[in-house]
């Protein structure tokens, strides 16, 4: 797996998961399948069976989220000049048919919230962005077809901030 960019809030939160599920959550289902299993025949028991799978999802969880911590790139986007689009950017977009305004903010995969304006690095329109500067015209393929918008200015906006401000956003469809 390769690097995954990350702020420290995200790093962080995803510790804290990881930390819960493996000294809280999962001993407390391990109990839950012991206490089904106390009552009888295995074969015909719902509640260990639950229980066994629960604890199979728990394990899943862990493993991802060992994964992505192990792989984390933990990144302060303060710290860049964000004289160009970058990781933690807040971008400013004019669409160049329609004039319309279009307010993203790209982050770590794990803290994308498109429905509110925080995209993922990966997404196509971060890719297409990463790099540019104020003033740049920008040619994006979306779902409903090539979009050309251009940068009207970038700055830094910390992501708990970006997934309260009330961006203009535009349909990505």
Same mark, same amino acid.
């Given at each position: 797996m390769q690097p995954?960019?990350? =702020? %420290?809030? &995200?790093y962080d939160a995803i510790s804290d998961e990881f930390n819960t599920l493996r000294t809280v959550i999962k001993p407390a289902v391990n109990r839950e399948k012991e206490i089904a299993a106390a009552h009888g025949? #295995? !074969? +015909?028991? *719902?509640e260990y069976h639950a229980a066994k799978e629960k604890l199979r999802h728990i394990d899943k969880r862990l493993k991802y989220l060992s994964s992505m911590l192990q792989n984390a790139k933990i990144i302060d986007p303060a710290q860049h =000049?964000? +004289?160009r689009v970058a $990781? @933690? !950017?807040?971008?400013e977009l004019e669409d160049i048919d329609t004039d319309e305004s279009l307010t993203l903010s790209?982050? @770590?995969? %794990?803290? !994308?919230e498109p429905q509110s304006g925080v995209i993922s690095y990966e997404a196509p329109m971060a890719r297409a962005l990463m790099g540019k500067a104020v003033g740049d015209s920008v040619t994006v393929t979306l779902p409903s077809g090539k979009k050309e918008y251009e940068i009207l200015a970038i700055r830094y906006i910390p992501i708990l901030e970006c997934k309260? +401000?009330?961006? *203009? #956003? *535009? *349909? $990505? &469809?």
């Amino acid at each position: 797996m390769q690097p995954q960019p990350m =702020t %420290l809030q &995200a790093y962080d939160a995803i510790s804290d998961e990881f930390n819960t599920l493996r000294t809280v959550i999962k001993p407390a289902v391990n109990r839950e399948k012991e206490i089904a299993a106390a009552h009888g025949d #295995r !074969s +015909e028991n *719902a509640e260990y069976h639950a229980a066994k799978e629960k604890l199979r999802h728990i394990d899943k969880r862990l493993k991802y989220l060992s994964s992505m911590l192990q792989n984390a790139k933990i990144i302060d986007p303060a710290q860049h =000049t964000h +004289e160009r689009v970058a $990781f @933690g !950017s807040t971008v400013e977009l004019e669409d160049i048919d329609t004039d319309e305004s279009l307010t993203l903010s790209i982050f @770590g995969v %794990l803290e !994308s919230e498109p429905q509110s304006g925080v995209i993922s690095y990966e997404a196509p329109m971060a890719r297409a962005l990463m790099g540019k500067a104020v003033g740049d015209s920008v040619t994006v393929t979306l779902p409903s077809g090539k979009k050309e918008y251009e940068i009207l200015a970038i700055r830094y906006i910390p992501i708990l901030e970006c997934k309260k +401000e009330p961006f *203009a #956003r *535009a *349909a $990505f &469809a």
